[in-house]
């Protein structure tokens, strides 16, 4: 039986190979302690590549996307250089159009659960959401119309007045939450979600839908 290394020098072994030998499952458990216990900024800066291919190729990971996305706030991104920083962006917003453009998410790569699963793992690296949800509110596709009427079929129930998500990884990204808010109570937005009903799927949760949308609808009279 191999011994298991201290989680301060796990990172050792990894840091050794060329980073295109390094398998995606190999920096599972890395991910999850980057910086915390395991290894620096530096050297998450050198994982970031494959671990970021990794998720938009589908590949599987032990742990939610949020907590890998978490890490880039974690190790201060938006501090790093202009390249850096647009690079990362440019990867956020394929995969945020990736995922507009695909419906339901686990018919084909980035495999997340739903829509609030992406949007959260952006959120929680800090980045403001306007421009993403603004490309959402665009859009006019199916998909995209179907990503709405989930993402309030299923969590319409969890926003209040008072904010969306205070638990979870939400909990890290209450600005991002509150601009989420604003955006979904807009009578705009609403209005669209009304007028593709037609759209809720036979899931077990579509009894949740005319519950989930009053509750936006009154807090949109408060808020607009």
């Given amino acids: 039986m191999s011994l ?3 989680k301060e020098t796990e990172v050792e072994p990894l840091l050794a190979l060329p980073l295109r030998e390094l398998k995606f499952s190999d920096l599972s458990n890395y991910s999850f302690s980057a910086m915390t216990t395991q290894g620096t900024v530096a050297d998450f800066q050198y994982f ?3 671990l970021l291919e990794g998720i ?11 907590t890998l996305f978490g890490k880039l706030n ?12 647009s690079t990362i962006r440019a990867f956020l917003y394929a995969l945020w159009t990736e995922a507009l453009a695909t419906f339901p998410l686990e018919k084909r790569p980035p495999a997340f659960i739903d829509i609030e699963t992406v949007v959260a793992s952006i959120a929680v690296t800090g980045e403001d959401l306007q421009t993403y949800l603004i490309q959402w509110e665009k859009l ?3 998909e995209a119309n179907e990503h709405l009427v989930q993402f309030v079929t299923t969590h319409g129930r969890d926003f209040s007045t008072e904010g969306l998500f205070r638990t979870g990884f939400w909990e890290s990204a209450q600005p991002q939450a509150n601009t989420l808010l604003k955006w979904l109570t807009q009578r705009v937005i609403l209005q669209r979600v009304r007028g ?5 799927r036979q899931d077990g949760f579509d009894h949740l839908f005319e519950s989930s949308l009053l509750t936006l609808e009154n807090i949109s009279s408060q808020f607009h």
Wanted: glycine share 6%.
């Fill in 56 to 66: 938009a190729s589908g590949e599987p990971y032990d742990y939610n996307c949020e």
């Fill in 140 to 142: 006019e596709t199916t």
């Fill in 4 to 6: 298991r290394l201290p």
């Fill in 74 to 85: 974690y190790a201060k991104w938006l501090t790093w250089s202009p390249r850096e920083i």
């Fill in 196 to 200: 593709n009903v037609g759209l809720l």
């Fill in 48 to 50: 970031l590549p494959r």
